[in-house]
């Protein structure tokens, strides 16, 4: 069965500091891999996605990810930490075959301190 | 391009009321749809999905249902509301084909009182 580690519910950091957010995932099948972001009350928003080709993916507000296959990781970045990327960050793999599902992880709230 | 769109924003409903919450995505056809949960400090539940109109797939048991009357609308209700069904719900869609890629609206927060 598909599923998606990440690790640390919480994670500070201070503003101009790098952020790394772990993600580990386990599929039967070479995964299609995701990040979004969720700020306050509302709803997530795509930050990447890596499919095929290319294993560091740049995303949106500078964020990247890289897909490393023999870890079956794929790390979410960003070397300088903002106070407006305070928010909930899910990594997601889609499920296998024909299945119509995402499986997502439990989340990563990140803080950024002044 | 596509829009997804949820309401209300926020609801208060009494322990036992009815429920209903609406979402429509414009600008696509034949989207597949879900319904999410967020409880506090929690992940995300899939509570329903549909890949076509009628056709409703049920995640876990529970106190709520779900209906796609027309291609790109997507309801979920409730006869009677239970305190445990507070929570942020999310309505999502993805394009027919094979990557799955999620679009999220705005949400609702329901306050179950």
């Known amino acids: 069965a598909q599923s998606v580690t990440q690790l640390g519910s919480h994670v500070s950091v201070s503003e101009g500091a790098l952020v790394l957010l772990r993600c580990n995932y386990s599929?039967?099948?070479?995964?299609?891999l995701f990040w979004y972001v969720q700020y306050p009350n509302q709803g997530l928003q795509l930050l990447l996605k890596?499919?095929?080709?290319a294993t560091l993916v740049k995303g949106i507000n500078g964020f990247e990810a890289e897909f490393k296959k023999s870890e079956t990781s794929f790390h979410l970045t960003k070397p300088s930490a903002h106070m407006s990327d305070a928010a909930e960050y899910f990594c997601a793999v889609k499920g296998a075959g024909n299945n119509r599902k995402l499986i997502w992880g439990l989340g990563t709230s990140l803080a950024v301190n002044p | 391009s596509q829009t997804i769109h949820q309401w209300p924003a926020t609801l208060v409903q009494p322990v036992g009321s009815p429920l209903s919450l609406e979402c429509t995505v414009e600008?696509?056809?034949?989207?597949?749809l879900y319904w999410y949960r967020q409880a506090a400090g929690r992940g995300l539940q899939l509570l329903f999905y549909?890949?076509?109109?009628?056709?409703i797939s049920s995640e876990v048991p529970q106190n709520l249902s779900a209906s796609r009357p027309q291609d790109r609308q997507f309801i979920l209700s409730s006869k009677k509301l239970l305190l445990s069904d507070s929570g942020f719900y999310l309505c999502a869609w993805s394009a027919s084909g094979d990557l799955n890629i999620q679009y999220f609206g705005a949400g609702t927060r329901l306050s179950v009182l």
């Open positions: 890596y499919t095929t080709g």
């Open positions: 600008g696509t056809s034949n989207p597949n």
């Open positions: 599929s039967s099948v070479p995964p299609y």
């Open positions: 549909s890949v076509g109109i009628g056709q």
